[in-house]
C-alpha cells in the first residue's frame, strides 16, 4: 500500500497537470490540501461513487471552490464515473470540469462553489437538513438520517461577509455534524493575508459556539485524523479545524507564494515539483497501486447495503413515515396537492375580499401547507411583516429540530445560501423571505439557485413605492428588473389573493429552478375571473378584461396596479374605446408559452400598448414596442403615505387615461 504522502502527491500532480494543460486554473489550493484530503476521504468520509445520490451519504463541499482540481481529483481517484478524459478537459468547453464546481456536471459535486463563502454557507444548509431530517423521520434502533457534513474553505471565504452570517446560525443552531476545515496558508490573491486579514479566526469561531481545533499541522495525517475524530465525538456543536498548511506544497520555487494561487506551474516547475514530491510518472499518469488506495467503491457499496438493510426493517416497523421520507426524497408531492389547489383557488374567487397579497401569501400557507410537510420556511427577522408563518409553523431550534420554520436574523445573504443547501440536501421546499428592496444582499445566493437549477422559494414583500413612508431606502425601483433578467429565475407579483395563491402554486410545482413571489403592503381588490381565466392565470400572463372585437389598445399592468388598469379602462370604455387589459403576474411564465397563445393575449396587430407598474419601466418596452408607453418609476422614491405617491409619480388611473389618449 503506498504511504499517505504519495497518494495525496496523486492530488498533487493531476491537479498541477491539469492546470498546467487549461493554461489557467489555481494549483495551489490542491496541493497545499492534499494531505487533508487525503486523510478525511480514504478513512473517514462516507460515499459511494457508484451511488453519488445515496440518501445518507456524507456531504463534501470545497467552499473555496477555485481549487476544483482537488475536488475532480479525488472524485477521479476514488471511483467516480469521471474520467481521466475529464480532467484532461479541464476548463474547456462542455466538459464536466469546469473552472469551478458546477452542480449536475461532475458526478459527486454536491454544489456549486467559487464565489467566496456561499459553500460553507450552503453547508451550513445542508447540516441543517441533516439535523431536521434526522429529528423528524429516526427513531429508536433506525437512525436513518446521520450522516456528516464536511467542508473545506480558505481564508477568502472567512473573510466574506455570508460566512460570519451562516457560521453564527450554525452555532445557534447547534449543528453538531458540520466539520469545517480551514486551510490557513496566509495566502491569497494579493500576496501574505496579514495586511488585510488579521482577525482571531480561532476565538471568532468560539464566540459563536463552535468548538475549535487550532494548530492543526495540515500536512501531518496522525494530527489530522486525532482532529476529525475529536470534531466526530462532539455533538452538540460544530467544528472548525484550523489547519495550518503551505499553498502550492512542494512546489520548490512557487511553494508558499501567490505566485502559484492563481496560474500555472510552469513547465520546467513542475519537472522540479515532481523530483521534490518523489512522483516519477508522467503528466496524468497514476499507478495501479495509488488507484488501488484511493479506490472508495467496495467500501462504499458495503455502506450503502448497510445502510438499505436498516431501512428494510424501519419500513416493517414505520411504513408510513417511510413512505413519507421516500416520496419526499423523490420530491413529489403528495397525491391531495392538486384537488387541495383547485378547490383553495376555487374557493376564494368566491370570496370578495381585499387582503394586502402578503396577507394573502400567508392565508396560502395556511391552505397548502398542512400536507407539505416538505416546507421548510423562515425570513430574516421580518415575520410579522413577510407573514411567512403558518398556522401549522414550528420554530427550529438546536434543542428540538423537528420544526418547519428556522428564524434567520438580520441574515439576508446568509439564508438565501442556506435555502441552496437545504434544497440541494434534498427532502425540503425551502422558503424565505425578507423586503423586496433586500434582495439586494441576497442577489448572488439567488443567482445561485437559478444557476444550479433549485427549485428554492424567495418571498419577498413590501415591494414597491406602496411600502410608503419608510421611504426610498426602503422602495424598491430596480429590483424586479434585476429578478427578471436573471436567467431560469421565475418572478411572480400577483394582483390579489387569487393570483398569490397561484403563484405559490406554480413555485411549489415548480422543480427545474428557483422562484419569486413579491408581494404588497397594501391591500388590493379583488378581481372578477372565469374558470377559463383561473387556468390560464398559472400561464404568466392572460386577458382579465376584454372588449368586443379587436382593441384598439392593451393595458398590461402586474400587483398593486392591475386595479388601476382595470379602473382605466372602465373609463376608457366609457369615451368609446375598445380595451383590453392583461395581468401579466410572470413575465417569465409568459414568455414560455406557445407562440400562439402569446400571439392571442399581445396580438401584434394592437399597437397601442401601455404597461404599468410601480417599479423601473425597463421590463415592458418589449411588450409594448415602439408605439407604445411605460407608466412607472424612472428615478428613486420618497418617504410619504402610499396614496400620495403614488399620485406624486403619477402612477394612477387618470395617468393611464391620459397615456392612451396621448397615443
Known sequence: MPSRRHLANAVRALSMDAVQQAKSGHPGAPMGMADIAQVLWCDYLSHNPANPNWANRDRFILSNGH?????????????YDLPIEELK???QLHSKTPGHPEYGYAPGVETTTGPLGQGISNAV????????????????????????????????????????????????????????????????????????????????????????????????SEQLAAAIEKAQAETGKPTLICCKTTIG?????????????????????????????????????????????????????????????????????????????????????????????????????????SPATRKASQNALNAYAPILPELLGGSADLAGSNLTIHNTSK???????????????????????MMNGLCLYGGFKPYGATFLMFMEYARNAVRMAALMKQPVIFVYTHDSI????????????????????TPNLDTWRPCDQVESAISWKAAIERTDGPTTLVFTRQGLPQQARSQQQLMDAERGG????????????????????????????????????????VSMPCTDVFDRQSKEYREAVLPKSVTKRVAVEALAKDTWYKYVGLDGAVIGMDTFGESAPAGELFEHFGITTSAIVETVNAL
Open 89 to 91: 478537459n479541464f476548463r
Open 542 to 581: 392572460y386577458v382579465l378584461i376584454d372588449s368586443d372585437g379587436t382593441p384598439d389598445v392593451i393595458l398590461i399592468a402586474t400587483g398593486s396596479e392591475v386595479h388601476l388598469a382595470v379602473d382605466a379602462a372602465k373609463e376608457l370604455s366609457a369615451q368609446g374605446k375598445a380595451v383590453r387589459v
Open 466 to 485: 406602496g411600502l410608503g413612508e419608510d421611504g426610498p431606502t426602503h422602495q424598491p425601483v430596480e429590483q424586479l428588473v434585476a429578478l427578471r433578467a
Open 67 to 79: 481549487g476544483s482540481m482537488l475536488l475532480y481529483s479525488l472524485l477521479h481517484l476514488s471511483g
Open 125 to 220: 444548509g445542508m447540516a441543517l437538513a441533516e439535523k431536521v431530517l434526522a429529528a423528524q423521520f429516526n427513531k429508536d434502533n433506525f437512525d436513518v438520517v446521520n450522516h456528516y457534513t464536511y467542508t473545506f474553505l480558505g481564508d477568502g471565504c472567512l473573510m466574506e461577509g455570508i460566512s460570519h452570517e451562516t457560521c453564527s446560525l450554525a452555532g445557534t443552531l447547534g449543528l453538531g455534524k458540520l466539520i469545517a476545515f480551514w486551510d490557513n496558508n496566509g495566502i491569497s490573491i494579493d500576496g501574505e493575508v496579514e495586511g488585510w486579514f488579521s482577525d482571531d479566526t480561532p476565538k471568532r469561531f468560539e464566540a459563536y459556539g463552535w468548538q475549535v481545533i487550532s494548530d492543526v499541522d495540515g500536512h501531518d
Open 395 to 417: 420554530g427550529v431550534s438546536a434543542e428540538d429540530a423537528s420544526g418547519n420554520y428556522i428564524y434567520y436574523g438580520v441574515r439576508e445573504f446568509g439564508m438565501s445560501a
Open 249 to 353: 506544497f512542494g512546489s520548490p520555487n512557487k511553494e508558499g507564494s501567490e505566485s502559484c494561487h492563481g496560474a500555472p506551474l510552469g513547465d520546467d516547475e513542475i519537472v522540479l515539483t515532481r523530483k521534490a514530491l518523489g512522483w516519477e510518472y508522467g503528466a496524468f499518469e497514476i499507478p495501479d497501486d495509488v488507484y488501488a488506495g484511493w479506490d472508495a467503491k467496495s467500501k462504499g457499496e458495503q455502506a450503502e447495503a448497510d445502510w438499505h438493510e436498516m431501512f428494510n426493517q424501519y419500513q416493517v416497523a414505520h411504513p408510513e413515515l417511510a413512505a413519507e421520507f421516500v416520496r419526499r426524497k423523490k420530491g413529489e408531492l403528495p397525491e391531495l396537492w392538486n384537488k387541495t389547489c383547485a378547490k383553495y383557488i376555487s374557493a376564494l374567487q368566491q370570496n370578495p375580499e
